[in-house]
């Protein structure tokens, strides 16, 4: 799932506002420096995640039997697929 920028932008300011309502961080920052932090924090997470999808679709396309996408076969082997990879990569 890709996310426009004011998507992220938005989720920044409800990440840091939820944070500073329930004291879970103090902040040494401005918000705004802060606010920067949290949205390359997002950014780096979704590439991840869209690396690891990469992967797993290219790897699934490898099979000699052909796992038709949408089927709940394709569901399963994904999700196990996708797991398996983020555990890689120390996401899961």
Not at 34 to 56: M, Q, S
Request: hydrophobic share 35%; no cysteine.
């Amino acid at each position: 799932m890709k996310l426009t920028d004011d998507k992220i932008s938005h989720l920044t300011h409800v990440v840091l506002k939820g944070l500073l309502e329930k004291h879970a961080v103090t902040p040494l920052e401005e918000e705004g420096q802060i606010r920067r932090e949290i949205k390359r924090v997002i950014i780096n997470e979704l590439k991840i995640a869209e690396g690891i999808d990469e992967f797993v679709r290219k790897k699934l396309q490898s099979y000699s039997k052909k796992i038709h996408e949408g089927g709940s076969e394709w569901e399963i082997m994904y999700n196990k697929l996708y797991e398996e990879e983020a555990a890689k990569k120390g996401r899961g």
